[in-house]
Structure formats: C-alpha cells, structure tokens
C-alpha cells in the first residue's frame, strides 16, 4: 500500500517531507542541475547555504501576498534584512524600489490580481507534483508568477535550447508555467494562460509583462518527460545519483581516485 502523502499548506509546503513526498519545478531543476546534491538533500545529508539572492526573492513575493504574510516575513527574516544599527541591507532597500515600482504600475497591479499563493497538486510523468501559484485569477482564466532579474534584455547561452536565450528561458521559466498549466489544467479541468510580471533589479528599475506563445510548451513538457523516468528511480533509491562534480556540494563530498588530462578542466 502507497505511503499516505503530506497533506500541504503553507507552513508545510516547503518542508522535506513534502520535498520527499511531491516533485515540484524547483525539485525537477535540482535534478538536472546534481543528482547527488539534490539526493542528499532530500536524505537531510546536506544543506545549502543560505542565499540572500532567493530570500529578497521571497521577500519580494511576501510583498504581494498580504499585509499579514509580509509582516511575518519581516519578523522571521528580521535578522536578514535589517542591520543592527538600524536600516535595511542594501539588497532589501533595492528590492523595495522594485516593489514600489510594480505597485506603482496599474497594468501589472491588473495582471497580479487574483487568488494568492494557492496550492496544487497533480500527477505528471509517473509522480505527484506540487506547485504553489503567485497568483491565479479563475475568472480571466490566468496564473502570474512574480520574477526578478538583473536586466530584461541580457541573454544566456543555453546548452538546452543550444542558443542564446533570454532570462525567462535560461531559468525554465517556460518550463514551470509548462508544468503549471497542467497541474491547473487537472485541477479546474480547463488551460489558463500564463504571464509573468517581471521587474529588474536595475535602479531605476525595469518592468514587464510577459506572455507565451503555447507552442512553446510542447518542447518543455516533452523534455521534462524524457528525464522523469530516471529522477524517479534516484528519488527513490533504485538508481545511483549522477555527482556533477561541480556545485558545493560535490566539491565537498569528492574523493580523489585518478588523475586526468588537462583538456578535462574546462569541461
């Protein structure tokens, strides 16, 4: 008989039980990105170091929640954001001109309307996924996700796409609001159109809302698939996890057995 899955809530939604219990876009990512790491992760082996970078990034979110969400953020994260002496790191008094230029806006505050932070489930590709939404407006038929980035118009060279791309493809943004187009579509039983609302961390910063041509999704969903097979099996033990000797984790854990060619250092 099947273990009985976490049921989720927000407290919950990010724990490592659940982590163990669904697949979600960021799980998927950390897959590609180190088996191992993100296997060791899931065993309570290892844990990443804290990122400024991912807690402005929620900070920002919290902003858009509620006032009641943001508030608590500010109390648990209050070590984090302000400096002892008084006034906010120089990360958080960025990240609030870019909220303020968001809020500013009428037609990204349009966009962001809706239910906040809502919680779905669904089964893809042989697992469960989970995926937590920014923001979904069931009238209009659509789904937002905030991002921050360093600039709208910088490009990535992508060994995926084998070309150079923008930020929303460098990250798998396309990826996600894949996915996330299919748990809602199980969910409600109809596709919403997703956008995401992006706002730069230049000063002054940028701004847009971006939509996607749903041609775009078939590749993203097709990719996920041809690798979800062997993520199940590492997850759940029945295949060895692939080290990419590169990330802290690897470079933590390496045990050296062997030499090798110069020409193998810019792999």
């Known amino acids: 008989m099947e273990k009985q899955k976490l049921q989720l809530n927000s407290q919950n939604y990010h724990s490592n039980q659940a982590n163990k219990d669904y697949f979600s876009v960021s799980q998927f990512k950390s897959f590609m990105d180190c088996q191992a790491r993100t296997l060791a992760e899931l065993k309570g082996e290892y844990t990443r170091p804290p990122s400024t970078a991912l807690t402005v990034g929620s900070y920002t979110h919290a902003a858009f929640e509620d006032d009641e969400a943001f508030s608590e953020f500010l109390e648990n994260e209050h070590d984090s954001i302000f400096k002892a002496r008084g006034g906010k790191y120089a990360e958080f008094v960025q990240a609030d001109m870019m909220i303020e230029t968001i809020m500013n806006d009428p037609f990204a505050m349009f966009a962001l309307e809706g239910d906040k932070e809502r919680i779905f489930t669904a089964e893809l590709f042989g697992a469960t996924w989970k995926i937590k939404v920014d923001s979904i407006n069931y009238e209009r038929k659509t789904f937002i996700d905030l991002k921050t980035t360093q600039s709208l118009s910088s490009r990535y060279w992508s060994d995926k796409y084998q070309k150079y791309v923008s930020f929303v493809q460098a990250y798998d943004y396309v990826l996600q609001m894949a996915i996330y187009r299919e748990v809602i579509k199980q969910n ?26 749903n041609s775009r999704f078939d590749f993203e969903l097709e990719y996920v698939q041809t690798m979800m097979n062997n993520f199940i099996q590492v997850k759940s033990g029945e295949e060895k996890p692939i080290r990419c000797e590169k990330c802290a984790y690897c470079r933590q854990t390496k045990v050296l057995n062997n030499t090798f060619e110069i020409e193998y250092l810019l792999d």
């Open 188 to 213: 409600t039983g109809e596709y919403f159109n997703p956008y995401i609302v992006a706002v730069t961390k230049e000063s002054p910063p940028d701004k847009a809302v971006l939509h996607f041509d």
